[in-house]
T-cell receptor
Framework: DVKVTQSSRYLVKRTGEKVFLECVQD?????MFWYRQDPGLGLRLIYF???????EKGDIPEGYSVSREKKERFSLILESASTNQTSMYLC?????????????FGPGTRLTVL | AQSVAQPEDQVKVAEGNPLTVKCTYS??????LFWYVQYPNRGLQFLLK????DNLVKGSYGFEAEFNKSQTSFHLKKPSALVSDSALYFC?????????????WGAGTKLIIKP
């Protein structure tokens, strides 16, 4: 089974702190994604990566950056956390090559910024 | 703009009754269609997908979905609901021309099954 893990299930940070959210997948997937999930808004794509050191902005990249130094690991960074970044953050990965493959998700990190 | 609509924020069904969670989309071509489920405090789990062929697709946990090309819909169904089906359901669509495997997501529908 594909496993996608995220470093924390719950995280509480203060405004202005630098926050790192880590995601690791164990199936050698090429593409990885970071989403935030807010009630009534569904999933919104923050960033995705299609290869090591490669990244693309999603729909809401402002206030976030990402890092992919190794194929299995994709990190989301909040350079200076703000209260409007309080949300559930979901990481996903997918194997490319078959266009109708499904994305596999981690359990999520619920981040609260005070 | 491409979009996915789940017109109901919430659906309530009595246990044992059939359920339907609606999804319509506005994506060009013949996209791939997906349903995911999120149980409380969990990540998303894949339920089923439509690729091509038979309009009725069967998936996990007894769920199925019906693709209707003329109505651009992909409604999720189950003949007999269980209390354990209570969760948040997301419809998602992939444009076949997208080379990055991105999904366009609906806002989600909360399904409540009453005992």
């Amino acid at each position: 089974d594909v496993k996608v893990t995220q470093s924390s299930r719950y995280l509480v940070k203060r405004t202005g702190e630098k926050v790192f959210l880590e995601c690791v997948q164990d199936m050698d997937h090429e593409n990885m994604f970071w989403y935030r999930q807010d009630p009534g808004l569904g999933l919104r794509l923050i960033y995705f990566s299609y290869d090591v050191k490669m990244k693309e902005k999603g729909d809401i990249p402002e206030g976030y950056s990402v890092s992919r130094e190794k194929k299995e690991r994709f990190s989301l960074i909040l350079e200076s956390a703000s209260t409007n970044q309080t949300s559930m953050y979901l990481c996903a990965s997918i194997a490319t090559g078959i266009p109708y493959n499904e994305q596999f998700f981690g359990p999520g990190t619920r981040l609260t910024v005070l | 703009a491409q979009s996915v609509a789940q017109p109901e924020d919430q659906v309530k069904v009595a246990e044992g009754n059939p359920l339907t969670v609606k999804c319509t989309y506005s994506v060009s071509g013949n996209p791939y269609l997906f349903w995911y489920v999120q149980y409380p405090n969990r990540g998303l789990q894949f339920l089923l997908k439509y690729i091509t062929g038979d309009n009725l697709v069967k998936g996990s946990y007894g769920f199925e979905a019906e693709f209707n090309k003329s109505q651009t819909s992909f409604h999720l169904k189950k003949p007999s609901a269980l209390v354990s089906d209570s969760a948040l359901y997301f419809c998602a669509v992939r444009d076949k021309r997208d080379s990055n495997y991105q999904l366009i997501w609906g806002a989600g529908t909360k399904l409540i099954i009453k005992p």
